[in-house]
């Protein structure tokens, strides 16, 4: 089973940039799809952006065109380049993946991991 560890995030003003990272655990991490999430305060967790394993991205319509999601099979690293980042980006930020594609664009998980916090204001 493969797990995954979030860092790379932080303060930040609006209109800056920010690139997380998403380290796997396990020998099969290159035919997973990969999801990265958000939950703001006293709000569900949203899918923000997917990566298959070949490389096809989505973005949530909320961050098209500012947001980049990217993997690197070699380092079992899945990123997020953030920029133009706005308040209502603010959010713990999460990733997750599995062989069933639906099952992460839904984001149907048992278990997350800690996350890593994205604060942006001025």
């Known amino acids: 089973q493969v797990q995954f560890v979030e860092s790379g995030g932080g303060w930040v003003q609006p209109g800056g940039s920010l690139r997380l990272s998403c380290v796997a655990s396990?020998?099969?991490?290159?035919?997973?799809?990969v999801g990265w999430y958000r939950q703001a305060p006293g709000k569900q967790r949203e899918l923000v952006a997917t990566i298959t394993s070949g490389g096809s991205a989505n973005y949530a319509d909320s961050v098209k065109g500012r947001f980049t999601i990217s993997r690197d099979n070699a380092k079992k690293t899945v990123y997020l380049q953030m920029n133009s980042l706005k308040p209502g980006d603010t959010a713990v930020y999460y990733c997750?993946?599995?062989?069933?594609?639906?099952?992460?664009?839904?984001?149907?998980?048992?278990?997350w991991g800690q996350g890593t916090q994205v604060t942006v204001s001025s």
């Open positions: 396990g020998s099969i991490f290159s035919i997973y799809a």
């Open positions: 997750n993946g599995d062989l069933i594609v639906p099952k992460v664009t839904q984001g149907r998980f048992g278990s």
